[in-house]
């Protein structure tokens, strides 16, 4: 079992920057990969960004160029950089852990709203 929880949500205008962190707890050995999901009201949860346990990053194509995924393994952190941070980012982002036996695991999400 992996146990996660976000933070680092809240209200920006646009243009600005948020970091979103994630911090990991129990089976930390069978993590793989990490990522960043968020959902807006009336649509699918989809992916923002990930990282796996050999350091390969990827981002959604909405949000290249935006924002940068990192890892602390000696902390068991994840954190989501966001900048440039636009209206239709507005969505509740979800840490989730894929484990090397392929079991997903999610946190509670944090809200992030992106207005003037």
């Known amino acids: 079992q992996v146990q996660l929880v976000e933070s680092g949500g809240g209200l920006v205008q646009p243009g600005g920057s948020l970091r979103l962190s994630c911090a990991a707890s129990?089976?930390?050995?069978?993590?793989?990969?990490f990522n960043w999901y968020r959902q807006a009201p009336g649509k699918q949860r989809e992916l923002v960004a990930g990282?796996?346990?050999?350091?390969?990053?990827h981002y959604a194509d909405s949000v290249k160029g935006r924002c940068t995924i990192s890892r602390d393994n000696a902390k068991n952190m994840v954190y989501l950089q966001m900048n440039s941070l636009k209206p239709e980012d507005t969505a509740v982002y979800y840490c989730?852990?894929?484990?090397?036996?392929?079991?997903?695991?999610w946190g509670q999400g944090t809200q992030v709203t992106v207005s003037s």
């Open positions: 989730n852990v894929l484990s090397s036996t392929g079991m997903n695991y």
């Open positions: 129990g089976s930390i050995f069978s993590i793989y990969a």
């Open positions: 990282i796996t346990s050999g350091g390969s990053t």
